[in-house]
């Protein structure tokens, strides 16, 4: 079983649409949890943390559930430039060893 | 935010020669480092952890002398495809945190053409 799995893509959605994906993480001592933009042949940015209480930064929500060890973000009312691939990310203690979940590719149309 | 650099960002070689990529943090100090291999259409998969002054910690399936590692100092780590054939072309991405930094900091990417 991989370290962290995401939802399979593609996801094609228009524009003004809502999308959510999803991440689950098998280690359980997992510490940081972030949700990272990556556009073609470029490197991967940080979107947003990911916290217990929830954190939202204007269209993007991002939640955690530690119990399930589940992650997702929510993106809403979705525009032409948030087509990209969408990297669930997990930090374990120790090292901070980053573990990158395999991506999902949103494609966004008018 | 923080800046980690790589360099080159683009290198096309022979099979069978050697490629050093470079990768610093420009201003702040990282006592560990990881590095990456993209291949197309696929996620990053960790290579190996740099720590600066030790030795490398390389991951499941990855040959530590076909890839060396050297962090000789705070700033600066290379990664070194020895005898790159092929199947090495890829982007080669890493990563380094500030010490006491919320989240960790990509370069820019190097991406390996072996012909």
């Known amino acids: 079983r991989k370290e962290v799995e995401q939802d399979p893509g593609p996801f094609n959605v228009p524009e003004g649409a809502t999308v959510a994906f999803n991440c689950t993480y098998s280690?359980?001592?997992?510490?940081?949890f972030f949700w990272y933009r990556q556009d073609c042949r470029k490197e991967p940015k940080l979107l947003m943390s990911?916290?217990?209480s929830g954190n939202e930064d204007g269209r993007f929500t991002a939640q955690l559930n530690r119990a399930s060890q589940y992650i997702s973000l929510l993106i809403r009312d979705s525009k032409l430039s948030d087509s990209a691939t969408y990297l669930c990310?997990?930090?374990?203690?120790?090292?901070?060893?980053?573990?990158f979940g395999a991506g999902t590719r949103l494609f966004v149309k008018a | 935010g923080a800046v980690v650099s790589q360099h080159p960002s683009w290198v096309i070689c022979k099979s069978g020669t050697s490629v050093k990529i470079e990768c610093r943090s420009l201003?702040?100090?990282?006592?560990?480092m990881f590095w990456y291999r993209q291949f197309p259409k696929q996620s990053l998969m960790l290579m190996a952890t740099?720590?600066?002054?030790?030795?490398?910690?390389?991951e499941q399936g990855v040959e530590k002398d076909k890839f060396l590692i050297n962090h000789a100092s705070l700033t600066l780590s290379t990664l070194t495809v020895t005898s790159a054939h092929p199947e090495d072309s890829s982007f080669y991405i890493c990563?380094?945190?500030?010490?006491?930094?919320?989240?960790?900091?990509f370069g820019p990417g190097t991406r390996l053409t072996v012909l």
């Open positions: 280690n359980s001592a997992s510490q940081s």
């Open positions: 990310v997990v930090e374990n203690t120790g090292g901070f060893k980053t573990i």
């Open positions: 740099s720590n600066e002054g030790s030795k490398a910690t390389y």
């Open positions: 990911v916290y217990s």
């Open positions: 201003d702040f100090q990282a006592t560990t």
């Open positions: 990563s380094a945190r500030e010490p006491l930094g919320s989240q960790p900091y």
